[in-house]
């Protein structure tokens, strides 16, 4: 099995080996590493198009050797002014396609700005040049991107604008084709000439809510010229002899800790890795820590989140006394997958852990006329139910999945790790964390290993444990005698997400690991 790649000074991680070279561009640059997780970020919403995009949202944390501290940036956009529930008297729920599916401002841009104003040495212009050279030049189209095409062609080749680009001439481009998309070049470049209020402000806030309003869209350039995203306070819960940090709601992070949390019950001395014990162990605590999250998550301005109860030690306790060789499942709902987390160190000691997504795969699927700009649909997840606590109301941000994680040992950051895949990324980070915190296992090694996601994938109710094939047969037929519906799937199963990660061991290396389930790479120096 691969090894991490080591680096003596810096180290660039993310879902596409492109995204991640243009990191490293910048920190060669003489660029930090707030500079280059930004230029990973605007690289990977061209080169990862089906996974992300400038009309998507994301989140930070950001450890600032200077400050000696953790920050998160919540960088999610809120539901438009007009956006009711009286706009969908008679559905059943929001669409998840389509203009009435993109309900929400765009927030990436914006943190895009905060991050290079608060700690960035290079302008937008220089970290926005490696993309808008793949953008205008193009790059290898992927066979991840070939997949996730064919899985949406009905939707991509229907839609005016999105087909030109992503299903030209009524086809899929081949693998290793070069798919260049030109608009998205003009207006990224348009970005780095003007900066982040062309986007909120002016000429392409005026071009994305003039093509939505003219095609049945609710957002207003109101909506746009009023977003603002926000610095808060990370939450974190200790796990051994670490300080594991998270973004607070209306992320899912909390779901990370709780359980953490949890398993600091169970003695995995006794425990081996990648035993019927040591997955049956982790999908009940998640399952347990899930009833919470869909019973609270939603935007806190509008809903009390009892974070103090959800973390404390004394619950976690209560719960892990309910794991038992039985399982207890709980039901869940379709949740989208197309994410992209990314990390950079820099060899001032300073990190970016952060993760960007439109949602489901392609988003909306709506791309803003000639902006070359997909939207996100991530007001999709929205209740109609006026009850529910992620009921739709303007001016809301919804329930997020993104969830960037960061592990700091003697208040220095030590492991950052997060994973694409919506209702996955509890389960992979668990996954990932355990195995390097509690086994010694080496970051590229502890994402390759084979992986599990119970519940809830892209688009369908689920109450399947999905496992890799690699897991023993063992393992998979105790699994079912403890009641699990166990799926067995492929060996690097493409619903496992895609994860990476850097530890910083002891020594003061850099170790990085990318996913091989994706186009990964980690860049070290």
């Not at 561009?25 to 919403?45: P, Q």
């Not at 790059?139 to 064919?150: A, C, E, G, M, V």
């Not at 609270?296 to 209560?318: Q, R």
């Not at 355990?434 to 290993?449: C, F, N, V």
Request: glycine share 10%; hydrophobic share 35%; charged share 20%.
């Amino acid at each position: 099995m691969h090894k991490s790649v080591i680096g003596t000074k810096q180290m660039v991680v993310s879902p596409h080996y492109l995204a991640s070279m243009a990191g490293n561009r910048m920190l060669e640059k003489g660029g930090n590493a707030f500079d280059a997780a930004v230029a990973v970020s605007a690289c990977l919403a061209v080169v990862y198009p089906h996974m992300t995009g400038m009309g998507g949202d994301s989140f930070w944390l950001t450890y600032s050797q200077k400050e000696g501290k953790v920050r998160a940036y919540n960088g999610s956009g809120r539901s438009g002014s007009q956006v009711t529930r009286e706009q969908y008297a008679g559905e059943a729920s929001i669409p998840i396609r389509g203009t009435r599916s993109a309900i929400t401002v765009p927030g990436m841009i914006d943190s895009w700005d905060a991050i290079l104003k608060e700690y960035g040495r290079l302008s937008m212009r220089d970290v926005l040049q490696p993309a808008i050279e793949y953008a205008y030049t193009g790059f290898p189209f992927t066979k991840d991107q070939y997949d996730n095409t064919k899985k949406n062609f009905s939707t991509l080749s229907s839609i005016p604008f999105t087909c030109d680009i992503y299903t030209p001439g009524g086809q899929i481009p081949n693998v290793g084709e070069r798919f260049i998309q030109r608009d998205l070049g003009n207006s990224l470049t348009i970005l780095a000439e003007q900066g982040r209020d062309v986007f909120y402000k002016g000429e392409l806030a005026q071009a994305i809510v003039s093509y939505l309003q003219d095609n049945g869209g609710l957002l207003t350039l109101e909506d746009f010229a009023s977003h603002r995203g926000e610095w808060v306070s990370p939450i974190s819960t200790t796990y051994r002899d670490y300080m594991v940090y998270q973004v607070p709601p209306n992320s899912q992070g909390f779901a990370g800790l709780m359980t953490l949390n949890i398993l600091e019950n169970f003695n995995f001395s006794q425990i081996e890795q990648g035993s019927f014990e040591y997955y049956h162990i982790l999908v009940e605590a998640l399952k347990r820590t899930f009833q919470d999250r869909n019973q609270y998550l939603t935007d806190p301005d509008f809903s009390t989140i009892p974070l103090d109860h959800l973390l404390s030690k004394e619950y976690a306790v209560e719960m892990a006394q309910c794991i038992r060789p039985d399982s207890n499942l709980v039901s869940t709902a379709a949740m989208g997958s197309d994410t992209a987390y990314a990390a950079v160190v820099d060899g001032e000691g300073n990190a970016v852990s952060f993760i960007q997504s439109l949602y489901f795969e392609f988003g909306s699927g709506v791309v803003a006329g000639n902006t070359g700009i997909l939207l996100q649909n991530r007001g999709s997840f929205f209740s109609l139910n006026p009850s529910h606590v992620n009921t739709l109301e303007p001016r809301k941000r919804t329930f997020h999945t993104l969830m960037p994680a960061m592990a700091c040992k003697n208040g220095k950051p030590s492991i950052l790790y997060g994973t694409q895949g919506g209702e996955g990324q509890p389960q992979t980070q668990t996954a990932i964390i355990t195995r390097m915190i509690e086994y010694g296992i080496d970051p590229q090694e502890a994402i390759s290993l084979p992986r599990w996601v119970w519940g809830r994938t892209w688009g369908e109710d689920s109450q399947t444990l999905k496992i890799e094939s690699r897991v023993s047969e063992e393992t998979v037929e105790l699994l079912k005698l403890a009641g699990h519906q166990v799926e067995v799937v492929q060996s690097f199963d493409p619903v496992m997400g895609h994860a990476q990660a850097i530890r910083i061991d002891e020594h003061g290396f850099l170790k990085g690991g990318a996913d091989p389930r994706g186009d990964g790479a980690a860049v070290g120096y």
